[in-house]
Nanobody, 118 residues
Framework: QVQLVESGGGLVQPGGSLSLSCAAS????????MTWYRQTPGKQRELVAL???????NYADSVKGRFTISRDNAKNTVYLQMNSLKPEDTAVYYC????????????WGQGTQVTVSS
């Protein structure tokens, strides 16, 4: 069973930067996609950024040009570099990994809080 552990959240001032990490407990094979989501109270979880097994990336319009998703296969880790943070980026950030064996497998991290406030 793959476990994902996020880290790097915290409190930052508007305009600042944070880097989130999501480390898997074991090597992950047959990755379809690795995704960062975020959620605020009373709202649905929204996709922030994704990177496919082939390395293609995609971003929510609200974070394009400010956030960068990347991964290190050797470390079984996916990253989210967040720059020029805004108060509306405040949320709990979750990582998700989808793999394909005989079926699609979904793994989630526990979430890390990001608060952007002066």
């Amino acid at each position: 069973q793959v476990q994902l552990v996020e880290s790097g959240g915290g409190l930052v001032q508007p305009g600042g930067s944070l880097s989130l990490s999501c480390a898997a407990s074991t090597s992950i094979l047959n990755i379809i996609q690795m995704t960062w989501y975020r959620q605020t109270p009373g709202k649905q979880r929204e996709l922030v950024a994704l990177i496919t097994g082939g390395g293609s990336t995609n971003y929510a319009d609200s974070v394009k040009g400010r956030f960068t998703i990347s991964r290190d296969n050797a470390k079984n880790t996916v990253y989210l570099q967040m720059n020029s943070l805004k108060p509306e980026d405040t949320a709990v950030y979750y990582c998700n990994v989808k793999t394909l064996t005989r079926r699609v497998n979904d793994y989630w991290g526990q979430g890390t809080q990001v608060t952007v406030s002066s």
